[in-house]
T-cell receptor, first 116, second 111 residues
C-alpha cells in the first residue's frame, strides 16, 4: 500500500519556469491538501480539495494552481517560479468517517523545490 | 483567526529524560487537537489526538491532555529515546477538514 506518493522528490527551477508537482493517493480519501514547509515557519496550507472536481484556496495560494479531476490525483502547478517559492511541499489526504473529516492527515514524503 | 503557539526549539535531552513540549491555541470554535511528528527526511505522521475537553491522547509513550480552561495541549513523555529525535508539530482543526499547525519543535535526544 503506497499511501501518498509525490513526484519529483527534488527539483531545481530557474525564475520564470513552470512545473507541476504530482500527488497520487491510493487510500480512496476524499480530502486532499497541499502544504508548504519553510524553516521555522511550520506548515502553510496552499490549496485543498474536499472531493473530485472541488478545490479551494488555503492561506498562501498566490502563484499556485491545482486541479482535482479524480479522487486519486491532486497536482500542484507553479506557473512562473519565483525564489519565494523555494520550499518543501507536502501533499496530504484525509478520510471521511461517519460523514465528517477525521482530522487525521496522511502525508507524502515531500518535494523539495529550489528556485534560482 | 485560529492559531497554535508551541515552544520554540531546539530541545536537547539525554536519553531517559522527561520531555514536555508546550502548546497553546486560539480558536474561534471548539477545536480538535493533534500532535504530529516528522522524522528526518519524511512527511508528518499523526502521533496522537484529542477531540474534546479533558480527553487524553496517547501513543508510543507520549501523552497530551486537552485543557480547555488553559487552551493548552502539552506533549509529554516520561523517558525519551534516541529514536524520538524528530520535529513535533501541534495542530488544531475547527472546520473539520483544515488543520492549522504550529511552527514545530525540534527534539534531539543524545545517548
Amino acid at each position: 500500500n503506497a499511501g501518498v506518493t509525490q513526484t519529483p522528490k527534488f527539483r531545481i527551477l530557474k525564475i520564470g519556469q513552470s512545473m507541476t508537482l504530482q500527488c497520487t493517493q491510493d487510500m480512496n480519501h476524499n480530502y486532499m491538501y497541499w502544504y508548504r514547509q519553510d524553516p521555522g515557519m511550520g506548515l502553510k496550507l496552499i490549496y485543498y480539495s474536499v472531493g473530485a472536481g472541488i478545490t479551494d484556496k488555503g492561506e498562501v495560494p498566490n502563484g499556485y494552481n491545482v486541479s482535482r479531476s479524480t479522487t486519486e490525483d491532486f497536482p500542484l502547478r507553479l506557473e512562473l517560479a519565483a525564489p519565494s517559492q523555494t520550499s518543501v511541499y507536502f501533499c496530504a489526504c484525509s478520510p471521511l468517517s461517519g460523514g465528517s473529516n477525521t482530522g487525521e492527515l496522511f502525508f507524502g514524503e515531500g518535494s523539495r523545490l529550489t528556485v534560482l | 483567526g485560529d492559531s497554535v503557539t508551541q515552544m520554540e526549539g531546539p530541545v536537547t535531552l539525554s536519553e531517559e529524560a522527561f520531555l514536555t513540549i508546550n502548546c497553546t491555541y486560539t480558536a474561534t470554535g471548539y477545536p480538535s487537537l493533534f500532535w504530529y511528528v516528522q522524522y528526518p527526511g519524511e512527511g508528518l505522521q499523526l502521533l496522537l489526538k484529542a477531540t474534546k475537553a479533558d480527553d487524553k491522547g496517547s501513543n508510543k509513550g507520549f501523552e497530551a491532555t486537552y485543557r480547555k480552561e488553559t487552551t493548552s495541549f502539552h506533549l509529554e513523555k516520561g523517558s525519551v529515546q534516541v529514536s524520538d529525535s524528530a520535529v513535533y508539530f501541534c495542530a488544531l482543526s475547527v472546520s473539520n477538514y483544515k488543520l492549522t499547525f504550529g511552527k514545530g519543535t525540534l527534539l534531539t535526544v543524545n545517548p
